[in-house]
């Protein structure tokens, strides 16, 4: 029974420090780290990668500026 206590609390010691670590507030050094950081941890919903996916493709080439079209892009 005393070996299976000595578990419980290694165990309990275990889980108190991910939950610490889980918990601490996290620093950023700007707001760009901030929006990367938030980036690689928030799944984009497949409904919405998939409307992305379809804007870009119904996009056309930008027009070319008038004075390329004008000098044939000098």
């Given at each position: 029974m005393k070996r299976q206590s000595q578990f419980n609390s290694q165990e309990q010691q275990q889980g108190a420090q991910q939950q610490r670590q889980q918990s601490a507030p996290l620093e950023f050094g700007s707001?760009?780290?901030?929006?990367?950081h938030d980036a690689l941890h928030t799944p984009v919903p497949p409904s919405i990668g998939r409307r992305l996916q379809e804007s870009l493709l119904d996009m056309s080439a930008p027009r070319r500026r008038w004075w390329r079209r004008l000098f044939g892009g000098l």
């Open positions: 707001v760009e780290e901030l929006l990367r």
